[in-house]
């Protein structure tokens, strides 16, 4: 017995005894620790990243076990460990060198998809303030206000309006509005200057406990610079009497601190018969400091306006008849203006190599004034049905997350977590939906009042890694309180409610190899619905919550190629839809749907690179009988994809194309909605010292095509009855812009 039992023990310690860790510092070769590394276990699956200091530290290690180290614009290093190196500290000098897919290790991370894409957008960087989202595999997105607006976006087989279904923010600032004058998430990204873009965060899915509001189909994060390298200078003109001015200049450059300033001027008529007069200005200033050592914290001040006439969506018939052209208006007064301006801190603090900190606050102010027009003279035939949304925000926020990893006595097994706190206020003003004519006339008020709207929230997020399998469990609470004035009631009197909800997730990964991933994932999100609903008293859920389920694998059949794919599904207990002449969201019940994504990323040698992305999703309501359950607008069948040349000599530039199925517009799939394909197309070639001449070419083959589409039951002017058809936006005819810029 007394053998058996010092077996036992002797097996329970032998992991103490024998197994061994290394540690140490990442610098480039100017010595400057980098955050952020890979250090990768080839032989046990383990694996780190480097901290602000670029400390790293990873248990389990044997002699011979042989370490890969890989960072994005790197030279991917391998160290195979001798005796000499067990529990000891080796630092790791990586080279610089052209992003590369073969830079990107498959590790066990919960979205491991991202490090690949952002391959694509460090290789082919973005040109416009339409291409941020695009860069999402599997989310298109259309604009119905020739700017001026919020994109409309479609994911995973949703119509999610301007942001109804995914949440968007960046460096921590959050995109979304709630409860907003034209719709619930209402999600403009127009204040981000896109060349300040430095790598994206996105996943699609409600799995992750660190993304509260808004998360059903996905979330998306866009991290810009910190920092850059060159000033530039960039011009481009193009048709349609279209300007734009980007500037970035560096204002300081110290060995620990840095500061910038970036601006964008954007001018355009548009393509439309009725000049769109558009403008948009854009600032942003940032300080940036890193000691390098243990702390990390930068500062930002943003300013962003826009003004715009628009010709809005037109119906089928009226070009039909000859009454309007594709690019003609029925009331070109349509249009509006908006504003934002942001001060927002990101900190960071190590408190030891297995301890930080990580906190954020922001201060928004926020503007917004539109006038539409969806029905013409549906109800009012005289003067018209044109309608003005307006609002006046303050928005208020912050989180601290605390991170911890454990040095266990036993090296086989890795854990982690992060614990969260945090929360976001909006005080909305003066929210106003009114009857004009002209953008002149208020006709009517139909709805006035003031929001406030508090998000209080804790999270936990757990990581579990053991030998190939890693397990994050995570559980999210959101506190809600709505307050709303309704200032056209007969007596003051502040309606509200409350509502709490828990969102459970589970996430698990299995990594067979470096080049070899499976996963899994469930957990469940929600949308909030408007405060204007929530306070009404209507019966209707204050905050729906989703359920969804993901099978899937990323797979590296060969050093440069990455083939990626799903099997997925999602069920809401609420969606909803905007009636924009009411000021309401109407609910609209229960929904399933489930698809498949699929796509690859080619590396085809150190110039050339291709990928492509194709979604397949079915979206059905749950609560209607067959035949009359068809989800409006949401897309069925969507592909993106591209081809990119990078440095072929002097020459570098990109082809890509975007495809939509047709789909259906209504409940019982009787009007439909045509799909498209489109395809641009941008050349840069570099001259002299630093200079670069470019062509950006949008729609290339010239198709016609119809952006945004909606069936719409509207009444024309000399007409008696309503007629519900297809109401459109037309896409963009073949628009080429010159671009010449210089960096010093």
Same mark, same amino acid.
């Given at each position: 017995?007394?053998?058996?039992?010092?077996?036992?023990?002797?097996?329970?310690?032998?992991?103490?005894?024998?197994?061994?860790?290394?540690?140490?510092?990442?610098?480039?070769?100017?010595?400057?620790?980098?955050?952020?590394?890979?250090?990768?276990?080839?032989?046990?699956?383990?694996?780190?990243?480097?901290?602000?200091?670029?400390?790293?530290?990873?248990?389990?290690?044997?002699?011979?076990?042989?370490?890969?180290?890989?960072?994005?614009?790197?030279?991917?290093?391998?160290?195979?460990?001798?005796?000499?190196?067990?529990?000891?500290?080796?630092?790791?000098?990586?080279?610089?060198?052209?992003?590369?897919?073969?830079?990107?290790?498959?590790?066990?991370?919960?979205?491991?998809?991202?490090?690949?894409?952002?391959?694509?957008?460090?290789?082919?960087?973005?040109?416009?303030?339409?291409?941020?989202?695009?860069?999402?595999?599997?989310?298109?997105?259309?604009?119905?206000?020739?700017?001026?607006?919020?994109?409309?976006?479609?994911?995973?087989?949703?119509?999610?309006?301007?942001?109804?279904?995914?949440?968007?923010?960046?460096?921590?600032?959050?995109?979304?509005?709630?409860?907003?004058?034209?719709?619930?998430?209402?999600?403009?990204?127009?204040?981000?200057?896109?060349?300040?873009?430095?790598?994206?965060?996105?996943?699609?899915?409600?799995?992750?406990?660190?993304?509260?509001?808004?998360?059903?189909?996905?979330?998306?994060?866009?991290?810009?610079?910190?920092?850059?390298?060159?000033?530039?200078?960039? !011009?481009?003109? =193009?048709? +349609? @009497?279209?300007?734009? #001015?980007? /500037?970035? *200049?560096? %204002?300081?450059?110290?060995? &620990?601190? $840095?500061?910038?300033?970036?601006?964008?001027?954007? !001018?355009?008529? =548009?393509? +439309? @018969?009725?000049?769109? #007069?558009? /403008?948009? *200005?854009? %600032?942003?200033?940032?300080? &940036?400091? $890193?000691?390098?050592?243990?702390?990390?914290?930068? !500062?930002?001040?943003?300013? +962003?306006?826009?003004?715009?006439?628009?010709?809005?969506?037109?119906?089928?018939?009226?070009?039909?008849?000859?009454?309007?052209?594709?690019?003609?208006?029925?009331?070109?007064?349509?249009?509006?203006?908006?504003?934002?301006?942001?001060?927002?801190?990101?900190?960071?603090?190590?408190?030891?190599?297995?301890?930080?900190?990580?906190?954020?606050?922001?201060?928004?102010?926020?503007?917004?004034?539109?006038?539409?027009?969806?029905?013409?003279?549906?109800?009012?035939?005289?003067?018209?049905?044109?309608?003005?949304?307006?609002?006046?925000?303050?928005?208020?926020?912050?989180?601290?997350?605390?991170?911890?990893?454990?040095?266990?006595?036993?090296?086989?097994?890795?854990?982690?977590?992060?614990?969260?706190?945090?929360?976001?206020?909006?005080?909305?003003?003066?929210?106003?939906?009114?009857?004009?004519?002209?953008?002149?006339?208020?006709?009517?008020?139909?709805?006035?009042?003031?929001?406030?709207?508090?998000?209080?929230?804790?999270?936990?997020?757990?990581?579990?890694?053991?030998?190939?399998?890693?397990?994050?469990?995570?559980?999210?609470?959101?506190?809600?309180?709505?307050?709303?004035?309704?200032?056209?009631?007969?007596?003051?009197?502040?309606?509200?409610?409350?509502?709490?909800?828990?969102?459970?997730?589970?996430?698990?990964?299995?990594?067979?190899?470096?080049?070899?991933?499976?996963?899994?994932?469930?957990?469940?999100?929600?949308?909030?619905?408007?405060?204007?609903?929530?306070?009404?008293?209507?019966?209707?859920?204050?905050?729906?919550?989703?359920?969804?389920?993901?099978?899937?694998?990323?797979?590296?059949?060969?050093?440069?190629?990455?083939?990626?794919?799903?099997?997925?599904?999602?069920?809401?207990?609420?969606?909803?839809?905007?009636?924009?002449?009411?000021?309401?969201?109407?609910?609209?019940?229960?929904?399933?749907?489930?698809?498949?994504?699929?796509?690859?990323?080619?590396?085809?040698?150190?110039?050339?690179?291709?990928?492509?992305?194709?979604?397949?999703?079915?979206?059905?309501?749950?609560?209607?009988?067959?035949?009359?359950?068809?989800?409006?607008?949401?897309?069925?069948?969507?592909?993106?994809?591209?081809?990119?040349?990078?440095?072929?000599?002097?020459?570098?530039?990109?082809?890509?194309?975007?495809?939509?199925?047709?789909?259906?517009?209504?409940?019982?799939?009787?009007?439909?909605?045509?799909?498209?394909?489109?395809?641009?197309?941008?050349?840069?070639?570099?001259?002299?010292?630093?200079?670069?001449?470019?062509?950006?070419?949008?729609?290339?083959?010239?198709?016609?095509?119809?952006?945004?589409?909606?069936?719409?039951?509207?009444?024309?002017?000399?007409?008696?009855?309503?007629?519900?058809?297809?109401?459109?936006?037309?896409?963009?005819?073949?628009?080429?812009?010159?671009?010449?810029?210089?960096?010093?």
């Amino acid at each position: 017995m007394k053998q058996i039992l010092f077996c036992l023990v002797f097996m329970a310690l032998s992991g103490n005894i024998f197994a061994h860790e290394i540690n140490g510092r990442i610098t480039d070769e100017k010595k400057t620790p980098i955050e952020g590394v890979n250090v990768y276990n080839q032989n046990t699956g383990g694996f780190t990243d480097s901290n602000v200091a670029g400390y790293y530290e990873l248990d389990d290690i044997s002699v011979g076990d042989v370490l890969i180290i890989s960072g994005l614009g790197y030279e991917k290093q391998k160290i195979t460990i001798t005796e000499d190196q067990l529990d000891a500290t080796v630092n790791i000098i990586l080279v610089e060198s052209s992003v590369s897919l073969d830079q990107v290790v498959l590790v066990s991370k919960v979205n491991a998809l991202t490090e690949y894409v952002n391959v694509d957008i460090k290789t082919n960087p973005i040109k416009s303030a339409q291409e941020i989202l695009r860069k999402v595999p599997g989310l298109i997105i259309g604009q119905h206000a020739g700017g001026g607006k919020a994109e409309q976006i479609f994911l995973r087989g949703f119509d999610i309006d301007h942001g109804t279904d995914i949440t968007i923010s960046t460096d921590g600032l959050p995109v979304n509005m709630v409860s907003h004058a034209h719709g619930q998430g209402y999600a403009d990204m127009h204040f981000i200057i896109p060349e300040t873009i430095d790598n994206i965060d996105f996943a699609k899915g409600p799995y992750y406990a660190n993304v509260g509001n808004f998360n059903t189909a996905g979330y998306v994060e866009l991290n810009t610079k910190k920092k850059i390298d060159d000033n530039l200078v960039k !011009l481009e003109v =193009g048709q +349609f @009497n279209t300007i734009r #001015n980007v /500037n970035m *200049f560096k %204002i300081s450059d110290t060995e &620990n601190s $840095n500061t910038f300033i970036a601006s964008e001027l954007v !001018l355009t008529d =548009g393509v +439309f @018969n009725s000049p769109q #007069n558009f /403008n948009r *200005f854009n %600032i942003l200033g940032r300080y &940036n400091f $890193n000691n390098y050592e243990d702390e990390e914290l930068t !500062l930002s001040i943003s300013h +962003f306006q826009s003004r715009w006439d628009a010709s809005g969506q037109i119906p089928t018939r009226a070009v039909e008849q000859g009454i309007i052209g594709r690019f003609g208006a029925i009331d070109d007064t349509e249009g509006g203006n908006t504003s934002r301006s942001n001060i927002w801190v990101n900190h960071k603090k190590q408190l030891d190599e297995h301890q930080s900190i990580k906190s954020k606050a922001f201060l928004s102010r926020y503007g917004f004034e539109l006038y539409s027009n969806f029905t013409f003279f549906l109800e009012d035939p005289v003067n018209g049905d044109q309608i003005k949304q307006k609002e006046n925000r303050l928005i208020a926020g912050a989180e601290s997350v605390y991170s911890r990893d454990f040095h266990l006595d036993n090296h086989d097994m890795q854990f982690d977590f992060d614990a969260g706190l945090g929360f976001r206020y909006d005080d909305n003003n003066d929210v106003e939906l009114s009857k004009t004519r002209n953008r002149r006339e208020t006709l009517e008020r139909i709805a006035f009042g003031d929001i406030d709207e508090l998000n209080g929230y804790a999270f936990l997020s757990a990581n579990l890694k053991t030998k190939k399998w890693k397990f994050n469990p995570g559980l999210r609470l959101d506190y809600f309180k709505f307050n709303y004035v309704d200032f056209l009631a007969d007596s003051f009197e502040t309606l509200s409610e409350n509502d709490v909800i828990i969102s459970p997730k589970f996430n698990t990964i299995f990594t067979a190899s470096e080049n070899l991933q499976l996963f899994g994932k469930l957990g469940y999100g929600f949308h909030s619905n408007d405060a204007r609903v929530v306070t009404a008293n209507t019966g209707e859920q204050t905050l729906p919550s989703a359920f969804g389920a993901d099978l899937g694998t990323i797979w590296k059949p060969a050093n440069r190629l990455v083939v990626n794919a799903a099997l997925w599904s999602l069920f809401l207990e609420q969606e909803f839809v905007y009636v924009g002449d009411a000021g309401i969201v109407e609910p609209s019940g229960k929904t399933k749907r489930y698809g498949v994504d699929f796509g690859f990323r080619y590396q085809i040698n150190d110039w050339l690179f291709i990928n492509s992305d194709i979604n397949y999703t079915i979206a059905r309501s749950t609560e209607e009988p067959n035949g009359q359950d068809f989800i409006p607008l949401a897309p069925d069948l969507t592909s993106v994809g591209g081809i990119t040349v990078r440095d072929l000599g002097k020459f570098s530039g990109s082809l890509n194309y975007r495809y939509v199925d047709d789909r259906p517009a209504n409940e019982d799939d009787s009007i439909v909605a045509e799909g498209y394909l489109v395809t641009d197309l941008n050349l840069n070639y570099n001259f002299a010292k630093n200079w670069s001449f470019g062509l950006i070419v949008e729609n290339l083959f010239d198709v016609e095509w119809n952006e945004t589409q909606f069936a719409t039951e509207t009444r024309l002017f000399n007409e008696t009855d309503p007629v519900e058809e297809i109401t459109f936006t037309p896409g963009t005819p073949f628009f080429m812009r010159a671009m010449l810029s210089v960096r010093f």
